[in-house]
């Protein structure tokens, strides 16, 4: 029978239970658990979080008939389903339908259509249209949604692309020696949704994007869901890379190199907090759209670290005041590359190159993911076995107290530049130093159970001579087309 009340297919929170959390869907589907679905017109406003689904997936109490628990790790709520009705806490909640779904082995489990959540999301959300004036491309999972549905007549398409994705999650192998081919069906689902989406546009008045930002929208929207199923596929295929560079990123971190160890000019030996911090972040990035704005903006924090560095030791401006050109940049950023130690560089590179498709195509993004790629293979190719003694000191790890300063003056951004640049030029840095934080203990927990770093003496020896930094960096860069970096680094005549 039809449902009168609620369409399962378009309901919000049974699409996020299948697409975003298709981990505790299986889970539910082999322990025949029961699912609470609100109808989705109390939804509006609310946000489907792991704490949210985890109170409407439930399991029978082990103590009394009729009543029920939550799924989460603690069983925080309890239920009683009595006459077509959910006790709760706070009052009654009304059963509107009970359906009856099948799992694999054909065993029967119940979903019930309730009248409003068993309990309300911590998390709000503005369903409003998003601001896109000032945006390039829209970035996280939820811009993409609110985006996409302020379309007028975009349900349908929403959802027979959320079916695309669910079928995908829940039946495609992706496998490591087929990764272009998981990469080529995700590349046809993407730009069948976003034709439909230009079609609709033709006949409205929408003109904030253009069609290759839309396309961009659509594309990240369904990486940032499958991105839990493709991504670790990825890490495997790229395990031994990633393990081997993070051997040595290891190495020559506990060996203290710095700038101009590498080949850095002095004008430019400085430390750049802000530019390590935000590639440290990488790996919690859920998408390669978001993974190659991170890389864009490490470069972007790198130049504003080096122009306060010069503003502080070499103002006022003179034609004599140094630039920073493309050759200083493979050497300094290899230095932050080893202060941050992101994990899965490779795997990372990989994902941005091979699954994200419009962005990378842009000149600035397309050259950030060249400039890391180039600063990967001079690590990987050089033993690093001639490094001339450092006349600096560089500090190992970022104090408590340090990181939340860099944190608040990525936030703030107040200190001032060599040539100040209009607001709408600078790249707003909005991670919250928790965030921050977490990632960092998290990566440094893992990476202390993955690798075992080998003795420092294997890459640095204690008799080295000096190296010949033109010859080293200049021949590798001479492979690359740009010779600079553009507005935000000039090129030294």
Known sequence: MALMFDDLEANPFFNALQTKFVHKFK????????????????????SITQDFVDYHVLKPSPFFKSHFITTDANSKGSFEIDEGTIKTPSGSVKILMEETAYNEDYKPYRILIIE?????????????????????????????????????????????????????????????????????????????AAEEF?????????????????????????????????????????????????????????????????????????????????????????SPSEK??????????????IEHFLFENCYPVSKDTPR??????IPLLVGVIIQARPQYLVSNLYYMQNFCWEMSSVDKYGFSLVTFQAAKEYLKCNEFDFLKPSSRKIKKELSLGELMEVAVEMQNNTKPSVEPKPAQCQSPIDHQLENVTKMIEASTRELREWTRPKDSSSFVKKKITKINAEENVGDFLSSLRQSSLGISYGKQS
């Open 27 to 46: 889970e539910l589907q082999r322990n025949l658990w029961l699912i609470c679905v609100p109808c989705g017109k109390s939804l509006k406003g609310l």
């Open 116 to 192: 409003r959540p068993l309990c309300s999301s911590e998390k709000k959300v503005e369903l409003q249209s998003v601001d896109v004036s000032n945006k390039d491309f829209i970035l996280s999972e939820i811009e993409c949604t609110l985006f996409l549905e302020s379309f007028p007549g975009s349900a349908d398409i929403l959802k027979m692309l959320d079916k695309k994705i669910r079928v995908f999650n829940s039946s495609y192998m992706v496998l490591p020696q087929y990764l272009e081919d998981a990469a080529a069906k995700l590349r046809s689902i993407s730009c069948s």
């Open 198 to 286: 230009c079609r609709l546009l033709k006949h409205t008045s929408f003109d904030l994007f253009s069609n290759k930002k839309l396309s961009a929208v659509v594309e990240n929207y369904v990486l940032c869901h499958v991105h839990d199923k493709v991504f670790p596929v990825i890490k495997k295929y790229c395990h031994e890379e990633d393990k081997k560079l993070m051997q040595k990123l290891l190495s020559l971190y506990e060996s203290y190199v710095t700038p101009d160890q590498l080949g850095v000019r002095e004008p430019f030996c400085c430390q750049t907090p802000s530019a390590v911090v935000e590639l440290a972040s990488l790996n919690s990035r859920n």
């Open 292 to 305: 190659l704005n991170c890389l864009i903006t490490t470069l972007e924090l790198l130049n504003q670290d």
């Open 324 to 329: 920073l050109t493309s050759d200083d940049l």
